[in-house]
């Protein structure tokens, strides 16, 4: 009995001892985390392949559930990525494909978060055509390849046979038949943008992620009012504010808007609206 | 042949007796679960997420049962002199391997159905908690089909645990036989590939090739019965694809059986 009681009272010691290992353990592995994540990214496809057997779409999900954590990690400490965490993202991104060409989050993620905050376009454009093929049917990757030469590149022409090749695929929105030609009515490639963002909106789950979306997609909203405004100003002066406030001092808008960013707006020669965030989110930078 | 039935149910019965059944089936159930909870990390492939966790788990399950379960009925059997009585009652040695054989297949069919009815079920679960646009690419045919391909897969690693049994004297040698198949029919199809057709600057000398060659007509190829990844994105393998690797995983087990029968049948007990 009293040996019971003893082993009993030795268990409790010991669970608690554990309990208090678990945050240091955590810390320890912390450390570790960038360097294990980007050697996964360096690995041979082929030999990942083969180190997978049969289990190829349940390791996808495992890589591109650590490339989440990867993202939390880099908030959780405060720190945006450098160069190299994005290029190693995208290395693991590549290798995920590579396991399950069809797998869609991927190349969501990369289109949502490596075009707008590491301006890594070319790379992004890469997987989509990687995903043209695995997702034959699905009118996104052609609408995102479409986005990136319009929005980030202002290729129309580019843009253009894309957004006709995701129009005629099935559950294309009805909108996109007409945007190719439409493209350079808009003036600025605003429009396009909420378009796009209120799509990916639709049909994200993740809570986090839908937030994140919105920011943006309400940072647009208001950079799309203020170019509204500016060209009703232009079309009226004949010539373009010289800055924010004078829009609102001829009542074009009630106040000047404020940036979810942190950031403010401005305009640039030729009325262009920037902000000084750069829709990023205004983060403690290394 | 009167008695293969009789010896495949007492080797069922025996099997069910194991806990490993039980258990394995709680934990892949707890897994399936978990499944759906993890499906809500992910952005959009919520359908894609359970089905590659729950597959790979029913395929885990069912490979439980030719590692573990399989070798400790087969050559526990052999071990511990149990098989002396068996054959003393007038069951020739042909009848008790095919018996064996098909009572283990019949036991991996139990757990796999069971995993699958869980799959289904995770399936339901995540429809419920998330959103049903997010199943729009489910496939009930796909998934069915992939389980069954799976099964077919197992069943020929079932085939050669009754082999390495035939011919090996302890249960962990035949263990380690069945996990070196297992391992080198999941990658034959790969090496045969990167033998036939080498990446510029590497030359493959030719005695590894011919090696390679005679290695595929041996061992069975494994990968070729994994569809859970276009299982799991709703896909369905062509009805001809599917009856050809039928016919390649029934050929081969009886092949592998027959094999097993004219070594057993000389073996001194």
Not at chain 1, 190 to 205: C, M, P, S
Not at chain 1, 251 to 257: D, G, L, Q, S, T
Not at chain 2, 231 to 246: C, D, N, Q, R, T
Request: charged content about 15%.
């Amino acid at each position: 009995m009293i040996r019971t009681i003893i082993l009993i009272v030795f268990f409790f010691i010991m669970s608690v001892v554990n309990i208090s290992l678990v945050n240091p353990v955590k810390q320890i592995q912390g450390k570790y985390i960038q360097e294990s994540y980007t050697r996964i990214g360096i690995l041979p496809t082929s030999l990942l392949q083969a180190i997978c057997l049969e289990f190829q779409g349940v390791v996808a999900d495992l890589l591109f559930l650590k490339t989440l954590t990867f993202m939390g990690y880099k908030i959780d400490q405060n720190t945006s990525p450098e160069p190299e965490d994005w290029q190693s993202i995208y290395n693991v991104l590549d290798k995920i494909t590579d396991l399950d060409p069809s797998f869609l989050d991927p190349y969501v993620f990369a289109e949502m978060i490596l075009t707008w905050q590491a301006g890594m376009t070319e790379q992004v454009d890469n997987l989509l055509h990687k995903a043209t093929i695995g997702r034959p049917n699905d009118y996104r990757p052609h609408f995102y390849l479409g986005f990136n030469a319009f929005y980030f590149r202002n290729l129309a022409s580019e843009a253009a046979p894309h957004l006709r090749k995701a129009s005629v695929l099935p559950d294309a929105p009805k909108y996109l038949a007409g945007l190719a030609s439409r493209m350079s009515l808009y003036g600025s490639q605003t429009v396009l943008g909420i378009l796009f963002l209120e799509e990916l909106i639709a049909e994200t789950y993740d809570p986090l992620t839908k937030q994140q979306l919105k920011t943006r997609l309400d940072a647009l909203k208001q950079i799309y009012l203020l170019e509204q405004a500016v060209n009703q100003y232009k079309t009226e002066t004949g010539v373009f504010p010289k800055n924010l406030t004078d829009l609102v001092d001829r009542h074009y808008i009630e106040r000047i808007p404020s940036d979810p960013y942190g950031g403010e707006f401005v305009i640039l020669s030729g009325g262009k609206i920037y902000t000084t965030s750069n829709l990023l989110p205004q983060g403690k930078k290394n | 042949m009167k008695n293969v039935i009789p010896v495949s149910f007492l080797t069922y019965r025996e099997g069910l007796k194991h806990k490993v059944v039980l258990l394995t089936t709680i934990c892949a159930l707890s897994l399936m679960t978990g499944s759906v909870l993890i499906s809500g990390f992910f952005m959009r492939d919520i359908s894609k997420i359970i089905l590659d966790f729950c597959l790979s788990i029913t395929n885990i399950g069912g490979l439980l049962i030719p590692f573990f379960l399989a070798i400790t009925l087969l050559a526990g059997d052999i071990e511990k002199r149990t098989i002396v009585t068996i054959l003393a009652r007038n069951i020739s040695r042909t009848e008790y391997l095919f018996g064996k054989y098909l009572g283990i297949s019949m036991l991996t069919a139990t757990v796999m159905l069971i995993f699958l009815a869980a799959t289904l079920l995770a399936i339901l679960g995540g429809n419920f908690l998330y959103s049903n646009i997010y199943f729009k690419g489910f496939s009930i045919s796909a998934v069915v089909q992939s389980v069954i391909l799976s099964y077919l897969g197992i069943s020929i690693l079932n085939a050669a645990v009754v082999l390495w049994c035939s011919i090996t004297t302890t249960s962990f040698l035949a263990t380690l036989l069945t996990i070196a198949t297992y391992l080198t029919g999941q990658s034959i199809d790969n090496i045969v590939r990167f033998v036939e057709s080498p990446p510029a600057g590497i030359e493959i000398s030719t005695s590894i090739s011919k090696t390679v060659q005679i290695i595929q007509y041996i061992f069975p190829n494994l990968a070729a019965f994994d569809h859970k990844l276009s299982a799991a994105h709703g896909a369905l393998i062509p009805f001809s694809e599917f009856a050809m690797l039928s016919c390649y995983a029934f050929v081969y087990i009886i092949a592998t059986l027959t094999l097993s029968t004219i070594l057993f049948i000389r073996r001194d007990l």
